[in-house]
């Protein structure tokens, strides 16, 4: 079945330094979903990326879908302490079908 | 946005005892939800898809009988929880999709705590 892999697992890093999470998938895919989870919360929609080497910014973060769309990255910026979550992505590999699967996450953990 | 309701937030029942954990999709009709299951500090792990008006699709290793799930209608999924046991103890999450290859949105989650 398809896998989806996410590295780093865990992420320490100073305020102000950069961020980025990568995920890889088994399959090719239909499209490629980023969610967050504050801590004691639920995943939160971030994104949707669908055509291959499509590239999404929303502020300080930025959303990468590879050419294969089978990997993409999330990249944040000049990390705030506001950033503090996991982050997880989750692919959808057929078009029309609703289930996607997601990765491990990325526990993001911002030092002031 | 989209809006998922899940409730209730928390619940603690002892053991042997059945629980039931609502989703409602609030502003959306949703053809089909999602329940997962999450462990402290691990991903979401998928237990079962359902779709309104037919039976759950179940991930390996989930038991049928031991989480039953029923979606009554396009806003209304149901999990419950059969007999729990103290490892049943978890996070629950439902989520709900709306139109095809759309994002799913989650509800706040219910922690199951069984004693």
């Known amino acids: 079945g398809q896998q989806v892999m996410q590295i780093p697992q865990y992420q320490h890093v100073q305020e102000g330094e950069d961020f980025t999470t990568y995920c890889n998938s088994s399959t090719t895919l239909s499209n490629i979903q980023w969610y967050k989870q504050r801590p004691g919360g639920h995943p939160v929609f971030l994104i949707q990326l669908v055509k291959s080497g499509e590239v999404k910014k929303q502020k300080r973060l930025t959303f990468q879908f590879g050419e294969a769309k089978k990997n993409s990255s999330l990249h944040i910026t000049a990390t705030q302490t506001t950033d503090v979550g996991t982050y997880f992505c989750?692919?959808?590999?057929?078009?029309?079908?609703?289930?996607?699967?997601f990765g491990i996450g990325t526990k993001l953990q911002v030092i002031p | 946005g989209a809006v998922v309701s899940q409730h209730p937030s928390w619940v603690i029942c002892k053991s042997g005892t059945s629980v039931k954990i609502e989703c409602r999709s609030l502003d959306f009709q949703a053809t089909t939800m999602f329940w997962y299951r999450q462990f402290p500090k691990q991903s979401l792990m998928l237990m079962a898809t359902?779709?309104?008006?037919?039976?759950?699709?179940?991930e390996q290793g989930v038991e049928k009988d031991k989480f039953l799930i029923n979606h009554a209608s396009l806003t209304l999924s149901t999990l419950t929880v059969t007999s729990a046991h103290p490892e049943d103890s978890s996070f629950y999450i439902c989520s709900a999709a709306g139109l095809l290859d759309s994002p799913l949105h989650f509800g706040n989650g219910t922690r199951l705590t069984v004693t």
């Open positions: 359902s779709n309104e008006g037919s039976k759950a699709t179940y």
């Open positions: 989750a692919g959808r590999d057929k078009r029309g079908y609703q289930k996607v699967t």
